[in-house]
């Protein structure tokens, strides 16, 4: 857990560091262009991830599939 703290910690002042240099040389136009570029790649990353596990044929889907269809029969 200390490692995992450490290493939680060291990552942050690294972010910030190199964010802070990167606004610096670049300026602040630049810097907000590639901060913004990184959100919308991982949250591309992130859509994708969740369209894989609610894929046709996973665990997942097919959970979904079979609560609906007790739900639907219930109701009726």
């Keep these: 857990m200390g490692k995992a ?4 910690v060291a990552l ?4 910030i560091v190199v964010g802070w240099v990167v ?3 670049l300026g602040p136009a630049l810097f907000y262009l590639i901060v913004g570029a ?3 790649g991982g ?3 992130l859509y994708s991830k969740a369209k894989k596990s609610l ?3 996973t665990r ?3 959970r979904i599939e079979a609560a ?6 219930r109701n009726q």
């Design 38 to 40: 990184l959100v919308v």
């Design 68 to 73: 609906a269809k007790t739900y639907r029969q």
């Design 55 to 57: 894929a046709p044929g």
């Design 23 to 25: 606004s610096a040389v």
């Design 60 to 62: 997942t889907q097919r």
């Design 12 to 15: 942050i002042a690294g972010v």
């Design 43 to 45: 949250g591309v990353y």
């Design 5 to 8: 703290l450490a290493f939680l």
